[in-house]
């Protein structure tokens, strides 16, 4: 089946072809490295890691770049703020190598794109001279101009500006702002190089010693490491203007096709709010996994809505999503119970029973335009067939049915770690079968220490007609 993508830039959904068979090549805007990792950035790099992962799935060879932009106004206004006194120069590395260590940690921790070596993860400071180079081009075909020691792009020699956020030149010319210091013709250029001021990064240029400009970056990088023209460009919707209006204005005048999907994502919002320090909602990575401990609470949530729609972040959701995982927690410990680690391989002829038909509607749901509310779904009407042919003389696809769940979560980046764990703690199973005992010999009061010890330890126990079954808190 065809995979379809909702592309922002026609603004409807289209059937996916690569520009060569079974080679995806993708491009994802990503941090800009000044601050701990919050759970707005983990939406946004889940969103495409489950795009990437699921790519894969169908066979496709990935390649993903997602650049990393460590030089810019936060990061100078950061190194002053941490490091005061010291080289500004020296100081905006540190806030850099710290927030990208940050960043990189927290995606490890949420099991987001932790095979590296299939990543590209540019950084900006290492693509100066060919922004130059780049730049310089842009000059050369009447597209560009030094002003003031600054480079901007003339917005005038882009053809069908404003086609991506289908908008009037005229409705963006109103919504911007002209700082004093700009130099520019018109009010929509923007600037590709930024002359230097005293003590901040800057490097060497033909037009004068300063930096790039913000959107410079992601059409050079883009560009270089995926060639003039690809298949996808990711990022959040805050972004199709300026950037990316302001990226295919450069790129094309540049002589380059640039991307031909655009994918958008929703933003998130915290209890109906945008997300800030100024009211107190600002809630990083490492803060929910202290909160919560399960990195894939998060991600349920996150899957629970199609990635083109805004999603909410509220603790009873995350209750909900806790649920949610539960249900896949009760069923594998029961399967596990009834079948110890029989090898999949070796299950009578006829065992996968209808999980086919699972399957294929877990492909039809993420093929259009990667619809992961809807294929989430399949994963739970799994859970619940599961349980229906529990007692039945279909039991024998139980296992198999598991082994399918996991695969297909793991396109999800769910990794179900934590019932993993649960299963190889063999100290809550002692304790388990020692509660048992007393409960048999009528000690109901030993029982229930044992009750009350697994509980302070955060291990709940569930007293189920197929037995006891541990989760934690």
Not at 162 to 173: A, T
Not at 347 to 374: E, H
Not at 392 to 410: G, H, P, V
């Amino acid at each position: 089946m065809s995979i379809y993508i909702y592309n922002s830039l026609s603004r409807k959904k289209e059937e996916f072809h690569s520009l060569k068979p079974k080679e995806v090549k993708m491009y994802v805007c990503g941090p800009t490295v000044y601050d701990e990792p919050h759970i707005g950035h983990a939406r946004s790099a889940h969103i495409f890691d489950v795009i990437r992962r699921y790519l894969a799935y169908k066979d496709y060879q990935v390649k993903f770049v997602r650049n990393v932009t460590d030089v810019d106004d936060k990061i100078i206004n950061k190194a002053k703020e941490e490091f005061p006194g010291e080289d500004l120069n020296a100081a905006c590395k540190k806030v850099a190598e710290k927030y990208l260590a940050a960043y990189q940690e927290a995606l490890k921790s949420l099991n987001i794109g932790i095979d590296q070596e299939k990543i590209f993860e540019p950084r900006a400071s290492e693509y100066i001279p060919k922004m130059v180079k780049f730049i310089q081009g842009l000059i050369d075909r009447g597209a560009a101009y030094v002003s003031g020691g600054d480079v901007y792009f003339d917005i005038t020699k882009a053809k069908n500006y404003g086609k991506l956020s289908n908008q009037s030149l005229e409705k963006m010319e109103s919504g911007v702002r002209v700082a004093p210091q700009e130099n520019k013709r018109n009010p929509l250029d923007f600037a590709l190089w930024k002359s230097a001021k005293e003590n901040e990064p800057s490097w060497d240029s033909p037009f004068g010693r300063g930096r790039p400009g913000w959107h410079i970056e992601c059409s050079v990088m883009s560009s270089d490491i995926l060639g003039e023209e690809f298949d996808i460009h990711g990022g959040g919707i805050d972004l199709i203007f300026p950037h990316h209006e302001n990226e295919i204005a450069q790129s094309e005048a540049a002589g380059e096709k640039f991307a031909r999907y655009w994918i958008h994502h929703g933003l998130l919002t915290i209890n109906g709010q945008k997300m800030a320090k100024s009211l107190g909602n600002f809630i990083t990575v490492q803060d929910f996994l202290d909160k919560y401990k399960n990195a894939d609470l998060l991600k349920l949530l996150f899957l629970s809505t199609h990635y083109t729609h805004p999603v909410d972040y509220t603790d009873e959701k995350i209750q909900e999503a806790k649920k949610s995982y539960e249900r896949f927690q009760i069923l594998f410990q029961k399967i596990d119970r009834e079948f110890g680690s029989r090898d999949t391989a070796k299950l009578p002829t006829g065992s996968k029973g209808n999980i086919s038909i699972f399957k294929d509607k877990f492909v039809k749901a993420m093929d259009d335009d990667f619809n992961t509310p809807q294929a989430l779904g399949v994963l739970f009407d799994m859970v619940t067939e599961c349980n229906k042919i529990f007692d039945s003389d279909k039991r024998f696809i139980l296992r198999t049915a598991m082994e399918t769940i996991i695969e297909l979560a793991n396109i999800f980046g769910l990794s179900f770690g934590e019932i993993k764990e649960e299963k190889s703690d063999n100290w809550v199973m002692t304790a388990i079968a020692m509660r048992e005992q007393f409960r048999k010999d009528k000690k109901f009061k030993e029982a229930d220490e044992i009750r009350k010890e697994l509980e302070v330890k955060g291990i709940i126990l569930e007293d189920t007609k197929d037995g006891t079954i541990p989760r934690r808190k």
